[in-house]
C-alpha cells in the first residue's frame, strides 16, 4: 500500500519528538549561545525585513541613539548627544570622539552620513525608510568629522526610535555584519545550522570600573525550529535563553527550575478576531448585514470568556483583551476605556433587539437565515486553535453555529487580503513598538492591513472617518499630550464599535539561564538582549 | 486462531465504544472548563484533554468514527480498484496499458500537497461532518491505484484459466464471465486489499489530523489527539494522555492480524 510505511513512520516521529538536528554543540566560556527559529534573511542590516535578521543587526549594528528596553527613553551610543530643532525638520548628532569599526579603522561623520544616505537610497529598498515618511528628499549633511544633520522636509513624531534602527557602517564598504561598530560581528555562518558572533574589540563602551565591554567573547545562535529540543537543550545548559517561550513550556520549565522561568506580564501583542465586513466579499447580503451590524459585534464580544481563553488556552500565561492597546504599554493604553463586558444575557437580549430571534437551539435572524459561520484560523498554532474551539463553544450558548477552520498560512493570507472569501478570523497581532504609529497602517480605513474593510476608497462608515481623522492628529501633533488624547479616542470608537473583538495579550515568557548576570529582561521586542553588552556569566572576569 | 481472537476483540472493542459514546451525559465536544488536563476522577473515566473535554468519550468516538470512516472508504477504493483492473483485464491491451498507465500516474501524485489543496478549497462552512466525509472520500479516490495492478494481473492470471476459456466458449458475454466467474474468483484477492486499506486509511487520517487538514474539530480525530504528545510538557500532566495511541495501536494490530491470517 501507498500509505503504509512512510505514513507510520510520520506517525512515529510525531508521537516520540524525533528531530533531525545537530544543535546544541559545546560552547567557549564567555560564549552564549540560543536559537533563532529560522535563518535570517539577510545580513544587510540596511535590508531587515524580519525578525532573526532585526535581531543580528541589534547584536553587531552600532547605532546613533538606542531605545532604552525598559524606560523606552532614547539613550545616546554612538552619538554623544543629539538636538532636534524646534521645527521638527533638522536633527544633529554629535559624535563620541575616537569611534572606531570592529576593524580597528576610524568611523567619523562621513561613515554616518554614507550609511544614512544608503538607508534613504530608494535603490536599497530599506524598510525603515519608510518610517521617514518622504525618505526621497530627507537630505543628509556631515560638516564636520564628528556632526551630522539631517534634514527632513517635515516633522516625524519619536523620530529618534528611526536611529535605533539604523546600523554605521563603514562608508563604501558594506560588510554584512563583518566589520562592525556595535558589540559583535559575524564569525562564521553555516546555512541551516548556526551564526557566530565574536566580540568586537574596538567597541566604544567601558564599565564603572574601567572594562572593555562587552564582557562575552561570542554567541551562537543555531537554526532550530523545534521548541521542543530547545526547551530540552535549555535545560541541559546549552542554551542561556529563549525568547518567547510557549505557555505549554513555562509549566514545565517552572516545576524543575523556578528561577529560570520568567513570566513578565501581559505583552504588547493581541490575539483578536473580527468579521469581514468588506463589501466586495463573495458572502451573501444578510451574512454582511449580521457582519456590519454593531450588536451582533457587541454580542458575540459579551459572549466570549475571556478569562477562560487565558486559562486554558495559555495555561494562565495571557491576559484577557478588551482594548486594542496592552495594559503593558503603559504610555498608551487608555486607563478610562469603557469595554462591553462578558455577559451571556446581555448577549442575548442585545441580538433580540437587532431582530435575532432563538429558532430551538440556533439563532436566526428577522429573516430566518441560522447564523452559521466559519472562524479562519493558521494551523500549527495550538493556542490559537483551542481559542477557536473554546469560542465555538462560547457562541454555541447564544445559539451561534461556529465551523473552525485552520488553514497554512500563505492560504489564509490568499483568503484575507486578495479574495477577502472569510466569515471571521482569528489571528494575532504582534507590536513591536508600543508607539501608534507603527499601527497606522492597520486603523487608516485607505490601508489594504485595515483587515476587516481593506483599501477603502472612502471611509465606509462615520466612525472609520473619525478614526482616520484622530490617526492622522495624533500622527502629525507635536504635543504627546495631544496625541495621547487622539489615541485615546481611537481606542473608544475601537471598544465601542468592535470591529476587532480583542482576546487576550499573551504574556511574555522567557527562560533565562540563572548563571548569567546582568539581564534587564523587557516586554519589548528584544527583550532578553536589549543591553547585551552588560550581560555575563556569573563567575566571569 | 489468531484471526478470530483478533476479531472477537475489535468487536468487543466496537461494541464498547457504542455504549461509551451512548452513555447518557456522554459528549465527545462538552468542555468541562474546570478539569482541563485532569486525570481519572468519577466524572471522567480516562480523564480530560486540553479543552476539558471527556478522553474516554472521545477515544471511543474516534474509534467509531476512524474504523466506519476507513472501511468505508476501503471498500470503494476496493471496488474502484476491482473495476478498473477488471476492465483492464478486458480491454484490448492498447487500453490496458492507457488504464495502468493512468494507475501510475495516480501513485506517482504527490497525495499529501493534494490533499491540502482539496482541503484549503472546501467551502469554509464546511461542517466537521462533512470534512470527516471528504477526508475518507479523497483516501478512498488516492488509494486504489497499487490494489488495481494487483487486480489487473490477477484477473489476466484467471482469465486465460481453462474454466474461463470455457465460459467463453459456452457464449457467456464478458459482463456475464465477470460477475458468475470472475468476481468469486477473484474476492480472495480483493478482501485481503480491503483488509490492508482499513489500517492503512486510518494511520493516512492520523497524519492528516496531525497537520490540521483530516477531520474538523470537535469532532475526535486521531491526528488531533495524537497532536497532544507532540509536547513534552503535557506528558507530564497525566498518563491518560497516552490512551489515544495505545488505542490506536491496538485498533491497528488488530487489522494488521485481520490481514495475515486470510
Given at each position: 500500500m501507498r500509505f503504509g510505511l512512510r505514513q507510520l513512520t510520520a506517525l512515529m516521529s510525531i508521537v516520540f519528538g524525533l528531530a533531525a538536528h545537530g544543535q546544541g554543540m559545546a560552547k567557549g566560556p564567555g560564549e552564549l549561545a540560543w536559537a533563532i527559529r529560522y535563518d535570517p534573511t539577510t545580513f544587510d542590516p540596511a535590508k531587515v525585513d524580519e525578525q532573526v535578521s532585526e535581531e543580528l543587526r541589534f547584536l553587531t549594528g552600532g547605532v546613533l541613539i538606542r531605545l532604552n528596553r525598559r524606560t523606552q527613553q532614547p539613550e545616546p551610543e554612538l552619538a554623544a548627544n543629539w538636538k532636534v530643532s524646534p521645527d521638527g525638520r533638522t536633527i544633529s548628532f554629535h559624535l563620541r570622539e575616537g569611534l572606531r569599526f570592529s576593524d580597528g579603522s576610524a568611523l567619523t561623520s562621513r561613515d554616518v552620513a554614507w550609511s544614512l544616505r544608503r538607508v534613504l537610497d530608494p535603490a536599497t529598498a530599506a524598510p525603515v525608510a519608510d518610517e521617514l515618511l518622504a525618505p526621497r528628499e530627507v537630505k543628509v549633511e556631515a560638516?564636520?568629522?564628528?556632526t551630522v544633520k539631517m534634514l527632513l522636509p517635515r516633522r516625524v513624531i519619536g523620530i529618534e526610535n528611526v536611529f535605533d534602527e539604523i546600523a554605521i557602517e563603514p562608508a563604501e564598504r558594506p560588510s554584512e555584519g563583518k566589520v562592525t561598530s556595535g558589540p559583535f560581528t559575524v564569525a562564521d555562518y553555516k546555512r541551516g545550522q548556526y551564526v557566530s558572533l565574536r566580540r568586537n574589540p574596538n567597541y566604544w563602551r567601558h564599565d564603572a570600573a574601567g572594562v572593555k565591554l562587552p564582557y562575552l567573547t561570542g554567541i551562537r545562535l543555531d537554526v532550530l525550529n523545534n521548541r521542543e529540543k530547545e526547551v530540552s537543550l535549555f535545560q541541559r545548559g546549552e542554551y542561556d535563553l529563549i525568547d518567547s517561550l510557549p505557555p505549554d513550556y513555562f509549566g514545565l520549565l517552572q516545576k524543575k527550575n523556578p528561577s529560570a522561568a520568567l513570566d513578565l506580564g501581559a505583552s504588547l501583542n493581541t490575539e483578536e478576531m473580527w468579521f469581514n465586513q468588506a463589501p466586495n466579499a463573495p458572502l451573501p447580503d444578510y451574512e454582511r448585514a449580521w457582519f456590519q451590524n454593531k450588536a451582533f459585534r457587541i454580542a458575540v464580544s459579551q459572549a466570549v470568556h475571556r478569562a477562560d481563553l487565558a486559562r486554558i488556552a495559555y495555561g494562565g500565561h495571557a491576559t484577557p483583551a478588551y482594548g486594542s492597546v496592552s495594559p503593558a504599554n503603559r504610555a498608551w493604553h487608555n486607563d478610562s476605556l469603557r469595554v462591553p463586558h462578558e455577559d451571556v444575557a446581555a448577549a442575548a437580549q442585545l441580538l433580540a433587539k437587532a431582530g435575532f430571534r432563538r429558532n430551538g437551539s440556533s439563532l436566526v435572524d428577522a429573516g430566518g437565515h441560522a447564523v452559521k459561520f466559519s472562524i479562519v484560523t493558521n494551523a500549527g498554532n495550538a493556542a490559537r486553535m483551542k481559542i477557536a474551539t473554546l469560542i465555538q463553544q462560547d457562541l454555541a450558548a447564544i445559539g451561534m453555529q461556529v465551523t473552525v477552520v485552520t488553514l497554512d498560512f500563505p492560504a489564509l493570507i490568499d483568503r484575507l487580503m486578495h479574495k477577502q472569501d472569510y466569515e471571521a478570523c482569528l489571528l494575532g497581532l504582534t507590536n513591536v513598538e508600543p508607539d501608534p504609529n507603527t499601527q497606522m497602517n492597520m486603523w487608516l480605513s485607505s490601508s489594504p492591513n485595515h483587515q476587516w474593510n481593506p483599501s477603502e476608497k472612502t471611509p465606509a462608515t462615520p466612525w472609520e472617518a473619525q478614526i482616520d481623522k484622530l490617526m492622522q492628529e495624533q500622527a502629525t501633533t507635536p504635543l504627546q499630550r495631544d496625541r495621547k488624547l487622539a489615541f485615546d479616542q481611537v481606542q473608544q470608537i475601537v471598544a465601542d464599535q468592535q470591529p476587532f473583538i480583542y482576546l487576550v495579550h499573551p504574556n511574555t515568557l522567557y527562560a533565562l539561564s540563572p548563571k548569567l548576570a546582568g539581564v534587564q529582561p523587557s516586554v519589548f521586542r528584544s527583550g532578553l538582549i536589549w543591553n547585551i553588552v552588560n550581560v555575563r556569566r556569573q563567575g566571569q572576569k | 486462531m489468531r484471526r478470530r481472537i483478533a476479531l472477537w476483540v475489535l468487536a468487543l472493542m466496537i461494541v464498547a465504544a457504542c455504549v461509551i459514546v451512548m452513555l447518557p451525559g456522554a459528549s465527545y465536544y462538552a468542555q468541562d472548563r474546570e478539569a482541563i488536563m485532569s486525570g481519572a476522577n468519577s466524572h471522567h473515566w480516562a480523564g480530560t484533554d486540553a479543552l476539558g473535554r471527556d478522553r474516554g468519550v472521545r477515544v471511543a468516538a474516534a474509534i467509531l468514527l476512524g474504523l466506519g470512516g476507513a472501511a468505508v472508504a476501503a471498500a470503494i477504493t476496493t471496488a474502484i480498484a476491482a473495476g478498473v483492473g477488471a476492465l483492464a483485464a478486458f480491454s484490448a491491451p492498447a487500453v490496458a496499458s492507457i488504464l495502468m498507465l493512468a494507475s501510475d500516474l495516480f501513485l506517482s501524485l504527490p497525495w499529501l500537497f493534494l490533499l491540502m489543496m482539496v482541503r484549503s478549497f472546501l467551502p469554509l462552512t464546511t461542517s466537521p461532518l462533512h470534512s470527516a466525509v471528504v477526508t475518507f472520500t479523497i483516501l478512498a479516490a488516492l488509494g486504489w491505484p497499487a490494489c488495481a495492478r494487483a487486480v489487473y494481473r490477477g484477473t489476466l492470471h484467471l482469465r486465460s484459466s481453462e474454466w474461463m476459456i470455457q465460459g467463453r466458449a459456452s457464449g457467456l458475454r464478458n459482463t456475464q464471465l465477470v460477475r458468475r466467474h470472475m468476481l468469486p474468483h477473484l474476492l480472495p484477492l480483493l478482501i485481503p486489499q480491503f483488509l490492508i486499506c482499513v489500517p492503512a486509511f486510518i494511520v493516512a487520517e492520523a497524519n492528516l489530523g496531525t497537520l490540521g487538514l483530516g477531520i474538523a474539530e470537535p469532532l475526535p480525530s486521531w491526528g488531533a489527539m495524537l497532536l497532544e504528545l507532540d509536547n513534552s510538557a503535557s506528558l507530564a500532566t497525566s498518563h491518560w494522555i497516552y490512551l489515544p495511541v495505545v488505542v490506536l495501536v491496538l485498533v491497528l494490530l488488530l487489522l494488521e492480524s485481520l490481514t495475515v491470517e486470510v
Open positions: 560638516p564636520d568629522a564628528l | -
